[in-house]
């Protein structure tokens, strides 16, 4: 029984799981974050993730425990019970992953045949064939998304459920570009950048896996870490290939292992907003990662840029180059 649970909390970090049901944390120390607790109402935070050990304590409730011991009192479970929803929760399915990957297809086989979502690209700088097959990257029209896996023998039940359409049958993700999420070979998540009104942003549900492709940067001393996924691609088809992606300033557990597995210098290109919210991020990872031994320096990109604008704009790879060079401590 100890190994089976020890087997499931790998699975899933408690503070991963404490952000996925949106709790906020500030980081207080090396490896601890602290916020209101989700336990009980409180103003004053008094709730606290240790990363490290994994655990989590409030100094108001006087609650404290593992990720099991978590579930059991936030949603009033038995400690099996418990057990059993976190299976759920994080099992691996190769039913799901089918199913993404299939979509992920779909809307690949899609992206050509739309100009408007060819169009976005190119505003977006990206150009290169090969590079936008590589990452798998699609477009979701909407209205054939639901025929199209049906035929293939999945219930509307399968896919509300995993988040690719809603209750009417529409699809989750429509008139968005689309990139696969992966860990290891399998979907895992897809990620729709709207080209229209709609929010920018969607995920499906679920967890989106570590840095992106970082299987292709793991062994490398010098990493580029990016915000966002145009980001990633506009340093790769500028012929930058160390380049990993935290999708967001906030990097979670897992993420932030991967960059301390070994020796290496970080490089930390986010967006220079005009509120200085990315390079503010920029500044807490650098003095984390210092922490753990890890080499980190801050890539300036000029006022109002993120690496893809910065390249839409008419910056070049040697430009970019330089600014890394002059990146600061």
Known sequence: MSK?????????????????????????????????????????????????????????????GDLIRFIQLSRHLSFRQSLACLDLQTAPS???????EQTAAFYQQQLDHYPEALSYLNTRGLHDPVLIRELGIGYA??????????????????????????????????????????KGQQVINLYGRSIGSAFAHRFLPGGKGGLYAWEKVRNCFEVILVEGLFDYAALRQAGFHNVTCSLGTHLSADQFRQLCEGERTVYLTFDVDRNQSGQQAAEQLARRLVRQGISARRVLLPEGHDPNSFFVQGGDAHQFQTLVEAAQL
């Open 4 to 64: 089976d649970v020890e087997t499931l909390k790998r699975r899933m970090p408690l503070i991963e799981y404490l952000r996925q049901h949106n709790w906020k944390g500030s980081p207080v120390g090396r490896s601890e974050f602290v916020g209101l607790c989700p336990l009980h109402e409180e103003t004053h935070p008094s709730f606290y993730a240790n990363t490290r050990k994994d655990v989590f304590y409030c100094h108001g409730c006087g609650q404290g």
């Open 94 to 100: 190769d039913d799901s992953a089918a199913v993404l």
């Open 141 to 182: 029209p909407g209205g054939t998304l639901r025929r199209s896996l049906t035929a293939q023998g999945h219930s509307f039940a399968r896919l509300h459920r995993l988040g690719l359409i809603n209750v009417q049958g529409a699809d989750a993700l429509y008139q968005r570009i689309v990139f696969p999420l992966y």
